[in-house]
T-cell receptor
Framework: GAVVSQHPSWVICKSGTSVKIECRSL??????MFWYRQFPKQSLMLMAT?????????EQGVEKDKFLINHASLTLSTLTVTSAHPEDSSFYIC?????????????FGPGTRLTVL | SQKIEQNSEALNIQEGKTATLTCNYT??????LQWYRQDPGRGPVFLLL?????KEKRKERLKVTFDTTLKQSLFHITASQPADSATYLC??????????????FGKGTHLIIQP
């Protein structure tokens, strides 16, 4: 149980185009979904927190107009990188959580490798 | 500012020995601390969670300790195997009650178990 999928697993795009990444919780309903970014040999950095039906909360330094997040249902969140540039090339990972009484475990997707040419 | 340090970028351990990884943090009051495993090109996989009022937690060959006075967690893998080779990440959540917060991760320790 508690499987999170991401699609696509990798994508290569030209500079200036937009790319959409999907994150799905396959066998549970996710109260909250998170989007992280990981550059080579670096730690995962939280980009934004997304609750179903409400606007995402972005971390400091993350441009909300560039990284559009839509959390339309309890099983799907999407991240759209708009007007992508080479510096946006990274490994994007989502996670989903179900808020339990005291602790909540995050279940991570397999990640999406974005390469912007 | 909040900071998490995993004090070894890489750790080489002989098969069968116990591997011990360290996670130190500053300027945090975490409700709990988590350890994840990450393989190359993959998302993190949850291993263990330890709460602020717990000192030790075990799961099969894994053991985690949590010292909120020292602001340190130790992660042990006993009877290590080559298949345990991966990057291990320490993560903190400073949730004070209600809601869910994103995690802050350390850079990880790349563990290599040599046959």
């Amino acid at each position: 149980g508690a499987v999170v999928s991401q699609h696509p697993s990798w994508v290569i795009c030209k500079s200036g185009t937009s790319v959409k990444i999907e994150c799905r919780s396959l066998d549970f309903q996710a109260t909250t979904m998170f989007w992280y970014r990981q550059f080579p040999k670096q730690s995962l950095m939280l980009m934004a927190t997304s609750n179903e039906g409400s606007k995402a909360t972005y971390e400091q330094g993350v441009e909300k107009d560039k990284f559009l997040i839509n959390h339309a249902s309890l099983t799907l969140s999407t991240l759209t990188v708009t007007s992508a540039h080479p510096e946006d090339s990274s490994f994007y990972i989502c996670s989903a959580t179900v808020l339990a009484r005291y602790t909540d475990t995050q279940y991570f997707g397999p990640g999406t490798r974005l390469t912007v040419l | 500012s909040q900071k998490i340090e995993q004090n070894s970028e890489a750790l080489n351990i002989q098969e069968g020995k116990t591997a011990t990884l360290t996670c130190n943090y500053t300027n945090y009051s975490p409700a709990y601390l988590q350890w994840y495993r990450q393989d190359p090109g993959r998302g993190p996989v949850f291993l263990l969670l330890i709460r602020e009022n717990e000192k030790e937690k075990r799961k099969e060959r894994l053991k985690v300790t949590f010292d909120t006075t020292l602001k340190q967690s130790l992660f042990h893998i006993t009877a290590s195997q080559p298949a345990d080779s991966a990057t291990y990440l320490c993560a903190l959540d400073s949730r004070s009650g209600g809601g869910a917060d994103g995690l802050t991760f350390g850079k990880g320790t790349h563990l290599i178990i040599q046959p």
